[in-house]
């Protein structure tokens, strides 16, 4: 075994190689996990952790089955798994000694764990409309609404923001067009309706404040164990592209946020990105690119990703060639297209002389796999046939009440349990809504009524200094972009279709629910 410091992962026994070890200095230089469904990954995935949290590394996984919580719990003495364990960690010269790891659970939902935000402006353009499946055209005035809500100080920190934008551009197209380029009303529809698909999906939850702080992330307990982050994704799974997107954010939060830190004794953070596939399947190539990017440079942030999927051929062959640690369980020939990826999956490997790379990864069992980890100044090792080593946690889900009684002793208690709903684009588009009203009826707003947002045509950033006041004019023969905002909710109101806009689209603006 490595003097260096490491993960031991397995090996030993009679048909298997020398011990197999991930040494830590290597550990941001990324991974993969992959294998056939019932092959072993899950286990892999939960002594991976415990390793890289016993060295001090946290953790950010998902756990897509709920088997993962059990991290957080020992393993059991008198479980009917501990004798098959023994006899293992016994074959691989291993002494298992069982303990629980520091655990802190997540929930886009807010149900098993605390609840994970971020605002509509932190996601963006691009990832937003990766979400929603826009087109190229849709995606445009996505970025339109985006840049107006930045020239125009309307923050965009939920959905029902995002919402009250596009209905005011909608309603004002014409002017915005002059300024921003063509806005079709067809593509404005198209939005709002993918945005109702993502509310009926549960996305709703997601966006606002307070948002995940990334520090929370990366904690250490008094111990000096790595917190391993769980989010909870079996709900979440039912929304795959809502689970891609939230991951490669935050995947780009870290990118964007975190220092330059060069080759660390050890990761700073280390993120499993578990069902990888989903992050690539109908990807356009600038979000792929993105990914990319994003895998070559956030290891000299000490950042390490592993990527776990069925199959290695989920994952662009751009990215596979950034992957120098891996783990490959079983995969199953049953089809020609199985027996092309399994010859290609063997072909990524370093040949071992003693057998067949492709005969290993179809006969290698449960709990077995081949592996290849970087050694002496980063280069692949030779592939090895590998029996995992048993987790020293609880295999298998904890019980609710023990999730609760984790939850209650997390250090980030109370600091995202409650929504805050501030002051933003919503609100701001209410406020002038309602000046317009009262110009249309004929009264003179105060001369201190303007307010945070409100809108003047032609006025611009000064490079930060603020804006510069709005000329006293005359009435104008047109309307004003809130007049005809405020006009066109007036005859909204008139119809069935229009109320339930407003309850639907805007929910609050005039006082409904």
């Known amino acids: 075994m490595s003097e260096k410091p490491s993960i031991f992962v397995g090996g030993g026994g009679a048909a298997h190689g020398q011990p197999q070890v991930l040494l830590l200095e290597y550990g941001n230089r990324h991974g993969l996990i992959a294998g ?9 995935l939960q002594i991976l ?24 719990l020992a393993g059991d003495p008198a479980g009917k798994l501990h004798a098959p364990f023994m006899a293992r960690a016994s074959t691989i010269g291993l002494d298992l000694q069982y303990r629980a790891f520091p655990v802190t659970f997540w929930d886009m939902f807010g149900a098993q764990g605390h609840p994970v935000r971020a605002t509509v402006a932190e996601m963006g353009p691009l990832l937003l409309s990766r979400l929603l499946d826009l087109t190229e055209a849709q995606e445009g005035v996505l970025n339109v609404a985006f840049r107006l809500a930045d020239e125009e100080e309307l923050p965009l920190l939920d959905l029902k923001d995002l919402q009250a934008l596009l209905l005011f551009i909608g309603e004002n197209a014409g002017d915005i067009s002059a300024r921003y380029g063509l806005v079709a009303p067809a593509s404005i529809g198209a939005i709002q309706r993918r945005l109702l698909v993502l509310e009926n999906e549960g996305g709703t939850g997601f966006f606002g404040e307070p948002a995940l702080d990334l520090a929370d992330l990366m904690q250490t307990d008094a111990q000096g164990f790595g917190r391993i982050n769980i989010l909870a994704a079996d709900r979440l799974m039912h929304s795959p592209r809502l689970y891609a997107t939230f991951l490669l954010w935050l995947l780009s939060e870290l990118f964007e946020t975190l220092p330059e830190v060069g080759n660390p004794d050890k990761p700073k953070l280390v993120f499993f990105f578990d069902e990888a596939h989903l992050l690539f399947t109908d990807a356009p190539k600038a979000l792929v690119q993105k990914v990319e990017q994003v895998a070559r440079l956030i290891r000299s942030k000490g950042v390490g990703v592993y990527f776990v999927t069925q199959n290695p051929a989920d994952v662009p062959d751009t990215i596979l060639g950034q992957l120098g640690n891996r783990v490959q ?80 002793m997390s250090p980030l208690r109370g600091k995202y349990d409650t929504a805050i709903d501030r002051d933003s684009a919503y609100e701001r588009l209410r406020v002038r809504a309602h000046k317009a009203a009262e110009e249309a009826a004929g009264q003179e707003p105060p001369d201190n009524a303007d307010t945070p947002g409100s809108f003047n045509r032609g006025r611009r950033y000064d490079g930060g200094s603020g804006r510069a006041p709005a000329p006293k004019t005359t009435r104008r023969s047109s309307d004003s972009v809130g007049e005809a905002f405020a006009k066109s909710f007036a005859r909204q109101l008139g119809t069935r279709s229009g109320q339930a806009l407003v309850r639907g689209v805007l929910g609050t603006l005039f006082g409904k629910r």
């Not at 056939?36 to 990954?41: C, I, V």
């Not at 390793?51 to 957080?72: Q, Y």
């Open 36 to 44: 056939a469904t019932g092959t072993g990954k899950t286990v892999t």
């Open 49 to 72: 952790a415990e390793g890289f949290s016993a060295a001090g590394v946290p953790v950010f996984m998902s756990d897509v089955k709920g088997d993962l919580s059990g991290l957080a």
């Open 329 to 408: 369980h079983a995969l199953r020939a049953f089809t020609a297209k199985d027996q092309k990826d399994l010859r290609m999956a063997a072909q990524t490997y370093r040949d071992n002389p003693e057998f067949s790379t492709e005969d290993a990864i179809r006969d290698v069992g449960t709990g077995e796999a081949v592996t290849s980890f970087l050694e002496h100044k980063g280069s692949p090792g030779v592939v090895q046939r590998t029996l995992i080593r048993p987790p020293s946690s609880q295999l298998g889900p904890i019980d609710p009440a023990a999730r609760a009684q984790v939850m209650a």
